[in-house]
């Protein structure tokens, strides 16, 4: 799945929405079209998925175990 910009003038996808799209939707070939977004729909959304899901820390290679510092 990727996010481009769009490269040819297209309404926005989403229902009652009328600006043009500035960004394209790809999941190569899961769905028959890309899905076009204006840059208002597209920061809604992705507020909208934050509040569901939000991004775990990765943990880093330099921080000693527990483990480690009992030793």
Known sequence: MEIHECKCKVKCDFY??????KYTFSTKGLIKRDLCFCEEC????????GKIQTPKPISSPFKLNKRNIKQ
């Open 16 to 21: 009652g929405c009328n600006n043009l799209a």
């Open 42 to 49: 597209l920061k809604g959304m992705y507020q909208a998925i």
